[in-house]
C-alpha cells in the first residue's frame, strides 16, 4: 500500500497553484500564439533551405566538374547556419502574472476592492 500523502490546507493549494501554474504572456491570444509559434518554425526552416537551394543551382549552373562541386558542397556543411532560429519564451507563473494585474489595477485605481480592504499590490516604483 503507498504512503499517505499529507493533506494541504486551501491556502498551500493556492500557493503551489501560483508556482506551477502558468499563464502565456507573449501578447497575443492563446490560439494566435500556438499559430504563431508553428508558423515561425516553419518559415526559417523554409528560409535556410530557399537559401541552400540557390547556392547549390548556381554552383551547378556555373561548373559540371566534379572537384568544383565537392567544394561547394563542403563549403555549405562548414559554412555556419545564418538561420535565425524561432524559440519560443517560456510561460509565466501565474503568481507574477496576478501580481501584475493587481498593480496595474491598483496604480490606475480602477480596483475600489483593493482600496477599500488596504491590500495593496507591490508597486514596481516603490510608491505606495
Request: glycine fraction near 4%; charged fraction near 30%; aromatic fraction near 4%.
Amino acid at each position: 500500500m503507498p504512503p499517505k500523502r499529507k493533506s494541504l490546507t486551501p491556502q498551500q493549494k493556492k500557493a503551489l497553484s501560483y508556482q506551477k501554474d502558468r499563464r502565456n504572456t507573449y501578447g497575443e491570444r492563446g490560439a494566435n500564439s500556438r499559430f504563431s509559434i508553428r508558423q515561425n518554425k516553419v518559415l526559417t526552416q523554409q528560409a535556410l533551405r530557399s537559401v541552400e537551394n540557390q547556392l547549390l543551382s548556381s554552383a551547378i549552373n556555373a561548373t559540371s566538374d566534379r572537384s568544383s562541386l565537392d567544394l561547394v558542397e563542403n563549403a555549405l556543411r562548414s559554412a555556419p547556419q545564418t538561420k535565425r532560429r524561432f524559440f519560443k519564451s517560456p510561460d509565466t507563473p501565474l503568481g507574477i502574472v496576478v501580481n501584475r494585474k493587481l498593480q496595474r489595477r491598483f496604480l490606475a485605481g480602477s480596483n475600489a476592492a483593493v482600496r477599500e480592504v488596504g491590500v495593496k499590490a507591490k508597486d514596481p516604483a516603490g510608491r505606495h
